[in-house]
């Protein structure tokens, strides 16, 4: 198991977010995101990489259902022709 200790900037690029849009989901709505640890001495939040790897596996491939996939596109307003 790898237990590395991720801080917010090592871990923003995994989950292909901004360190600040990370900041926001841990104080909004921390359980979009991987568990994290508190580190006695350190600043801020550490995710071990195992439980990152673990959430990983454990979200769903796909969310949306696939009646509400992509919504048919309506056509727009008529040009008013001279």
């Keep these: 198991m790898d237990n590395r200790l991720l801080d917010v900037e090592a871990l923003a690029p995994l989950l292909c977010l ?5 900041y926001n989901k841990l104080c909004s709505d ?7 640890v508190k580190v006695p ?3 801020g939040p550490r995710w071990r990489m195992s439980d990152v790897q673990d959430w990983f596996e ?6 949306r259902p696939a009646d509400l996939a992509v919504p048919a596109k ?3 307003r008529r040009r008013k022709t001279a």
């Design 30 to 36: 921390p359980t979009t995101l991987p568990p994290r």
């Design 74 to 76: 309506r056509p727009g």
């Design 18 to 22: 901004a360190p600040r849009t990370l």
């Design 58 to 63: 454990a979200l769903p491939l796909d969310t």
């Design 41 to 43: 001495g350190t600043r």
